[in-house]
């Protein structure tokens, strides 16, 4: 029974985690500065179909999750095809963030920073929930993951290499089909610096606030 108890808490806190890294990258989108780096191929791919962000970001998290049964073979982890649902769910987040982040949108270049920075804080924000959550990865981490395996590096590392060659293939798509770079800017550059800034302060502040509990009880 406590087992379940715990298992329906890390269920929830990772779909809060989903939901509210969703928000922050709709925000950071909105801002019209660059979308964030892991999110640049989604979003070129929605302006060449017509299809929405949330579901393009579907369909290439499903891909990530296929790179990463090539890549384990017959050591993937059935339970990692979970991810495949979880991305679903996360598109549908997506594309509700966006409604709601669209009436934030601001010609206004001071608001648009501040919009860029505060989607930042948020993402930050949901990732450690996410990792809170100590369930199962997204496929972006999940991919990352398996590419550190595969070529050796460390996570942090491959995550660096992994947000650049994604920037670069978006880049490369954006101006082959419409001869125009979508969702790269300088709102990129900054949540590619920013997001683990903010994900050690929340990381922080949880920690503090669990002491803070400890010392109490």
Sequence with gaps: MQETSSSIKSISILLVGMFTT??????????QLGT????????????ISGLSFGTTTFLVNAVFVLIQKLIFGRHFNPINWLQIPLAFA???????GMHFAEFMKSEDYLWQL?????????LGLGIILEI???????????L????AYFFRKPFPKMKIIN??????LAAVIGWLCLSTFVGIGQGTLISAICVGFFVKCWHMIFSAFNLSEKEQG
């Design 144 to 147: 990352v993951m398996a590419l």
């Design 36 to 47: 964030t780096p892991i999110s640049t191929v989604p979003l070129v791919a929605a302006a």
């Design 163 to 168: 947000d650049v060659t994604l920037v670069c």
């Design 132 to 142: 809170r959550s100590k369930s199962i990865v997204l496929p972006g981490e999940g």
């Design 22 to 31: 969703a928000c922050g990258i709709a925000m950071v989108t909105q801002a």
């Design 114 to 122: 501040a919009l860029n920075m505060g989607g930042n804080a948020v």
């Design 90 to 96: 996360f598109g549908l987040f997506l594309d509700v």
